[in-house]
């Protein structure tokens, strides 16, 4: 891109997060809520590093990616720019395959997408193996993505299998089980698919107080989202435009 490209889309990303910002206000104060509750997470997925680098210009310190090895290549890319000097943490919030485990704990400060005892398993180890060899530092933040549906193929725990998921991770040692995440079933009612998550959350924080992250909420629907507790939104297309259309 030429330099005046640049500049249009340096511009064209702070007035669309601006308005997401202005978004996430307004429906905090409908539902009664402090916006200092809720993080906005930039989901960066299909896009470069210089997006990125754009949106860290605007004070933006967290990230989501989901795919493998795009994220590995781009956050290798971003660190690499000596004009970031600030700590930005990542999240990994897309479906986790077991083979690619070994290069997302090297990036992620959290995944989002922990739906199985054999994944859980998988990432405690690697973090181990990362932690030993100074690829990493602390343990990994863990989200159990709960399906609200009855489809197995799109991601996340059964409701009710949420509790002995949520003991297994608090029992790992690399693991730190944070909270919940879940992406509402297509078509659903959103309110009613939320209104559910955070009854599912309310149980796991009884037994789990420290987990109280609630990733909940996307472009389409964050301010149902904000309505019933969410304290993390992940939104790219409101912020950085149409992705491809590629299923991620
Ligand atoms: C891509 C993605 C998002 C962002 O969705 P938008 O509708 O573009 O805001 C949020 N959550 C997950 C899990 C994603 O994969």
């Not at 000097?85 to 997408?113: E, F, P």
């Amino acid at each position: 891109m030429g330099r005046r490209d640049d500049t249009a889309r340096r511009n064209d990303i702070a007035s669309a997060l601006a308005a997401v910002r202005t978004r996430l206000d307004a429906a905090c104060r409908d539902a009664g809520r402090d916006p200092a509750e809720v993080v906005l997470l930039p989901v960066t997925k299909f896009f470069p590093a210089s997006d990125v680098r754009t949106l860290y210009d605007l004070g933006c310190r967290e990230f989501g990616e989901s795919r493998e090895p795009e994220a590995s290549t781009k956050i290798a890319e971003f660190r690499a720019d000596s004009g970031v000097v600030d700590v930005v943490r990542w999240h990994m919030i897309g479906r986790l395959q077991r083979n690619k485990v070994r290069s997302v704990v090297r990036w992620a400060d959290t995944v989002h997408s922990v739906d199985s005892v054999r994944l859980a398993d998988t990432l405690d180890a690697a973090v181990g193996v990362a932690r030993d060899d100074g690829t990493r530092s602390g343990p990994l933040e863990v989200l159990l993505q709960v399906s609200l549906d009855t489809d197995p193929a799109r991601g996340g725990v059964a409701v009710e299998e949420v509790d002995a998921l949520a003991a297994h991770v608090a029992a790992s040692p690399n693991l730190a089980l944070r909270g919940l995440m879940s992406v509402p079933p297509v078509d659903s009612d959103p309110d009613q698919a939320f209104a559910w998550l955070a009854v599912v959350h309310a149980g796991v924080l009884r037994d789990h107080p420290a987990a109280t992250v609630l990733s909940a909420g996307m472009t389409g629907d964050l301010e149902a989202a904000i309505r019933h507790g969410s304290t993390c939104v992940r939104v790219g297309t409101a912020i950085l435009g149409q992705r491809p259309i590629i299923s991620a």
